[in-house]
């Protein structure tokens, strides 16, 4: 199950597992039609391969529905990935209770809480829980405290994970750098300063990320409680 699967880089994640012989569950909040038409250009290729999940992931009390109903399509759980992510500014002076509340929890709370809904089925299943980070999640994003301080809590949660899941479940992280600007878009100059600090002087794209996934999947059965910069070195030359 992949949450935030409808479109950007969830919605490669779910191609890319799919790709590989998975089975996929397409979470989404808000973005049905996305996720109907990802959902039958998977099925499309291999039938009764994939289905969509819709929940509020702040509704707490919704979560343990989206594994029955994974489990129910598919009778296991091999794979949880949280993708699904809330990013905006929150400059100081400025922040709300309602900021905290939606970047926290859409960051930090729900994969802690969907995580513990899964914990069961992917124990039976030697399974694999991936946590999508961000390398401000080590080094603070200006003006984006709240969003920063989530991702730092979710970094600190993958490896709280994967010491108390261990040894039967693996929990590892993956940090991007620049992969994809935001929807609503970028200043230029902006951009070419950010990609500037990356060592290989260039963007990354979603596929840098789907291989990343696939490599902890099923390429990397000891290796747990690990967070993977994907960020052409950004990390290293700040």
């Not at 969830?10 to 089975?23: D, K, Q, T, V, Y």
């Not at 992969?179 to 500037?196: M, R």
Request: glycine fraction near 8%; charge should be positive.
């Amino acid at each position: 199950m992949i949450t935030g699967a409808a479109k950007r880089v969830g919605a490669a994640i779910a191609r890319g597992l799919h790709a590989e012989g998975a089975n996929v569950a397409i979470h989404f909040r808000r973005s049905a039609d996305a996720a109907k038409h990802l959902c039958d250009e998977l099925n499309a290729v291999r039938t009764q391969s994939a289905i969509t999940v819709c929940a509020d992931l702040l509704e707490i009390e919704q979560l343990p529905g989206l594994i029955a109903a994974t489990t129910g399509a598919f009778g296991r759980l091999d794979i949880l990935v949280n993708n699904a992510s809330t990013f905006y500014p929150t400059p100081i002076g400025d922040i709300t209770p309602t900021q905290w509340q939606d970047l926290v929890g859409t960051n930090l709370k729900a994969p802690l809480f969907l995580s513990q809904a899964a914990s069961t089925h992917l124990r039976k299943a030697h399974g694999l829980i991936v946590n999508m980070i961000d390398i401000h999640g080590q080094r603070p994003l200006p003006a984006h405290s709240v969003y920063s301080t989530a991702k730092a809590g979710l970094a600190m949660l993958t490896r709280s994970l994967a010491r108390e899941l261990a040894p039967e479940v693996r929990v590892n992280g993956i940090a991007p750098g620049p992969i994809l600007w935001p929807e609503a878009g970028i200043d230029p100059v902006l951009k070419q300063e950010i990609i500037s600090k990356t060592l290989l002087k260039r963007s990354g794209s979603p596929e840098d990320i789907v291989r990343t996934v696939v490599f902890f999947a099923k390429d990397a059965p000891f290796i747990t409680g690990q967070i993977l910069a994907v960020d052409g070195g950004r990390s290293v030359g700040w």
